[in-house]
């Protein structure tokens, strides 16, 4: 690990001088509560102190680097650091956080790295009682929050060095940060248990990580409808014939970053629902999905087809129903309809183009 520039790699992000940021408070809050911790930090280490930019369960700011359990973590960058019980640990046994007043016992950090492989922190969680690890799920989860950081920190460095990007497009990004951790804070109040709750997180963050992914291969310009639709559908393809999943490929147009967000959310939130009473719930459905333009105004439908036999045909009244009813219309500035009948269901929502097409 080459300090000197591990320690420029930290200083380009900015973060020691921006002060809080509520969207990496909301990563702290779900690693807490995702991996049933007390504390959770998002931390940074510069040449002497361990910074916790992001913090849930106590109002500790800081420390010093030599004490940091993250100071180790960063040691070995492609790995998550777990201490089971520090107390029988030779590294920590000694260590004032643990025999002191914080009393650790548990640790877990997954590294903060950058592209260019430089690790300048972590996304850690830390118990008062000692664990035997971390479940593979658990892993996961605590990887794909620490990746969720070091997209948003890419996606703003990214802002500041194209000249091509302007002021309006920093606050729609921004924007979109807090609209995802708010979305992830709700999906948290609507579930029952933990690892549902871990289940729905690695959905939306594998769906947003692959829109981030097409924007950035644009220059966070603009993305394609079609491409967009075909790979947050692309999962839930990979074991069904082809012709069970359709996408329109004719009249495709550019998304916005902001048009990108709210419609892998809508897209994502109808295949999620296909999957459970739906379509794709049975050995024969079939999803259809287009679109139309009547002037201003972008027309979506998204159509299933199936036989539902005996069961009866309800709407949810879950946080799903609310993002597709609700939330998804409200951002586009349109309207939406949700309606069954005995060979399925039907979901249309209009959209101001200007709210959701690149300019």
Known sequence: MNEAQRLQA?????????????????IARLAAYGL??????????????????????????????????????IRNPDEVLIVPDARLDPRFADNPLVTGDMQIRFYAGQPLVTRDGH??????????APREGLGERERAVLADLAETVMVGIALSQQIEDLSVVN????????????????????????????????????????????MQQLL???????????????????????????????????????????GAFVVTLMIGELATNAVKHGALSVEVGEIGFGWSTDGDVLQFEWREQFD??????????????????????????????????????QYRVSARTDRITAS
């Open 216 to 258: 950035a291969d644009q220059n966070w310009k603009s993305v394609g409808m079609t491409e967009l639709v075909e790979n947050v559908l692309a999962s839930y393809r990979s074991d069904r014939p082809s012709h069970r999943i359709t996408v329109q490929q004719e009249a495709d147009f550019l998304l916005s970053p902001r």
């Open 119 to 128: 690790a300048i922190g972590t996304v850690c969680v830390i118990d008062d």
């Open 36 to 73: 049933n911790a007390k504390v959770a930090f998002v931390s940074l280490l510069d040449g002497d102190t361990q910074h916790f930019k992001a913090r849930h369960g106590t109002d500790l700011t800081q420390t010093a680097r030599g004490i940091a359990f993250c100071d180790h973590a």
């Open 308 to 345: 539902r036999g005996d069961r009866p045909v309800k709407e949810g009244r879950g946080f799903g129903t609310d993002i597709l009813k609700r939330i998804v219309p409200m951002d586009m500035r349109g309207t939406s309809e949700l309606s069954f009948g005995r060979d399925g269901m």
């Open 10 to 26: 930290l200083h380009a992000t900015g973060l020691l001088q921006s002060g809080n940021e509520e969207r990496l408070d909301r």
């Open 167 to 210: 002021a309006e497009l920093k606050h729609r990004m921004g924007n979109m940060y807090a609209h995802i951790g708010s979305l992830v804070s709700l999906i948290g109040r609507d579930t029952p248990d933990k690892d549902t709750l871990i289940h729905k997180l690695q959905e939306k963050i594998a769906s947003f990580g692959r």
